[in-house]
């Protein structure tokens, strides 16, 4: 019997990841002989916990939180997307180059929202909120759409600023959220708030109902799905883009594009 290539969510917390669900789907379907785990990293052991994993046969790591950019730094080799994004959420091992760092989360969330949800953003004014990893992760992908504008806003202006910088030959603005007075016709949640129940201190006047607003996080509604909501806009969760993000690391990994339409229908009535 030929012994399955070994995969891992690795993160901390990780438990909760739907990951190794979704890959098991993926692997059914396209025929591929894999395993895959959720992997605990103590905090300050990420690092020996990745390299104890591929010495030990493992083939790829998705990454979560709070693990990206410590598997940035951790590469031998970053592809360009991954370079751009400042942090990786996939790794694998390859002979002659090492550990390989990419990063798949920007064309996740791209095709969730352009292919899934049936949207363009060209010409379209895009909000971005937070500047942590999340949201560098995804800003070039948004730019090569072509919007009208994108502006993110943070708690921290300056941080926001650092973060625009970084793409320097585009037209990005910044902004507090207090200083927010319009509406914009995409508004994206890049930040961490809704794992813990909170939302970022948007304004309302963002809203309305020609709105569409997206929190990188799924599961249950969040606050700031619920305040959206509440002010007109229509509203989806991540798990699209967790489900599209973990379509393109299984490419990366095997070769092979998973057909994602089953895979998250499946998520969505809870059938896994």
């Known amino acids: ?3 399955s290539d ?3 969510v690795v993160g901390n917390p990780v438990k909760h990841s739907k990951s190794p669900d979704i890959h098991a789907l993926f692997a059914r379907q396209t025929g591929q002989n894999i395993r895959y785990s959720h992997l ?3 905090l300050d052991r990420f690092d020996i916990t990745v390299r104890n994993f591929m010495e030990e046969g493992g083939k790829g790591l998705n990454v979560t939180v709070p693990f990206k950019r410590d598997a940035y730094l951790l590469s031998d080799v970053l592809t360009p997307r991954a370079k751009i994004a400042g942090a990786v959420n996939t790794l694998f091992r390859d002979s ?3 550990i390989v760092g990419d990063n798949t989360d920007g064309k996740g969330l791209l095709t969730d929202l352009v ?3 049936g949207l363009s953003l060209a010409g379209k004014s895009v ?3 937070g500047a942590g990893g999340a949201a560098r992760g995804v800003i070039q992908p948004l730019l090569e759409q072509n919007p009208a504008c994108l502006c993110i806003a943070n708690r921290n202006l300056e941080r926001a600023r650092e973060l625009a910088a970084l793409f320097s030959d585009a037209a990005i603005q910044v902004s507090p959220y207090g200083d927010l007075k319009d509406a914009f ?3 994206i949640n890049a930040t961490s ?3 813990v129940q909170e939302r970022p201190p948007v304004p309302a006047v963002v809203f309305n109902a020609r709105v569409f607003a997206l929190d990188m996080v799924y599961g249950a509604p969040t606050p700031f799905m619920a305040f959206a909501r509440q002010h007109g806009a229509q509203v989806r969760d991540g798990l699209g883009m967790l489900v599209e993000q973990a379509a393109e690391s299984f490419l990366v990994w095997r070769g092979v594009l998973p057909d994602t339409a089953p895979v998250l229908a499946a998520l969505r009535t809870g059938t896994i």
Do not use: Q
């Open 1 to 3: 019997m030929v012994e």
């Open 6 to 8: 070994r995969y891992a």
């Open 40 to 42: 605990l990293a103590p």
């Open 96 to 98: 002659r180059k090492g």
């Open 115 to 117: 292919r899934n949800e």
């Open 127 to 129: 909000l971005l909120l």
């Open 185 to 187: 016709d995409i508004v």
């Open 193 to 195: 708030a809704g794992l």
